[in-house]
């Protein structure tokens, strides 16, 4: 079955610009996941959402970072006045009932560069 | 801290069990422990997880000792396709449901 996409697989941008990433859960999983992951570390959280609201968004750094899953599914992460620092891996992840298990299936991310 | 501590590479001959440990000497009663590798350019794929029991499947063992500060993940015949970026995690069930990634273990599968 088809698994987590992502698109795009890379992004390059100028200082400043806005950017938006997609990311398209495994059908059924109510669990969405935002991570970033930089060169030669682990991913960092981001963004958790259960079904449409976001559940904890503790890890978004600052407020030029949004997301949102209006339906339940599809999520977008909405990054405003890109700065240099935000290039990274952005990884999106889903899972089916992380209450029973959270196996965390993730996407092939997408490669933000910031010039 | 709620991160874990591995070793950052380790090598292993293909065909050989390759045995990756990991720290977690705070770990509290609730919390599982998680495996996932990361294959260069491609997202984390799960391994295993497992609470105070032993735990197997298709891909790989986990053996938690008894007093559960530390684990092993067992790769029991490690082929080429192995080599990857190991991440041994902490997590809790009755809490938020993010993952908190160390560094992890550069595992390299040698011919």
């Known amino acids: 079955g088809a698994g987590v996409s992502q698109t795009p697989s890379n992004k390059v941008t100028e200082k400043g610009k806005y950017v938006e990433l997609r990311c398209d859960p495994i059908?059924?999983?109510?669990?969405l996941y935002w991570y970033r992951q930089s060169l030669g570390q682990g991913p960092e959280f981001l963004i958790y959402?259960?079904?449409?609201?976001?559940?904890?968004d503790s890890g978004l750094p600052n407020d030029r970072f949004f997301a949102v899953r209006p339906e339940g599914s599809v999520s977008t992460l909405k990054i405003q006045r890109t700065e240099r620092g935000d290039s990274a891996v952005y990884l999106c992840?889903?899972?089916?009932?992380?209450?029973?298990?959270?196996?965390?299936?993730f996407g092939p991310g997408t490669r933000l560069t910031v010039l | 801290d709620a991160k874990t501590t591995q070793p950052p590479s380790m090598d292993c001959a293909e065909g050989r069990a390759a045995n990756l440990p990991c720290n977690h000497s705070?770990?509290?009663?609730?919390?599982?422990v998680y495996w996932y590798r990361q294959i260069h350019s491609q997202g984390p794929q799960y391994i295993i997880h497992?609470?105070?029991?032993?735990e197997t499947n298709e891909m790989a063992s986990l053996i938690i000792t008894e007093d559960r500060k530390s684990s092993t993940l067992i790769l029991p015949h490690a082929t080429l396709r192995d080599t990857a970026v190991y991440y041994c995690?902490?997590?809790?069930?009755?809490?938020?449901?993010?993952?908190?990634w160390g560094a992890g273990t550069k595992l390299i599968i040698k011919p």
């Open positions: 992840a889903s899972s089916l009932n992380p209450l029973v298990r959270n196996e965390q299936f």
């Open positions: 059908s059924g999983h109510t669990a």
């Open positions: 959402f259960q079904g449409t609201g976001a559940a904890d």
């Open positions: 705070t770990i509290s009663g609730n919390e599982y």
């Open positions: 497992g609470l105070k029991n032993n």
């Open positions: 995690i902490r997590h809790s069930m009755d809490s938020n449901y993010q993952l908190i």
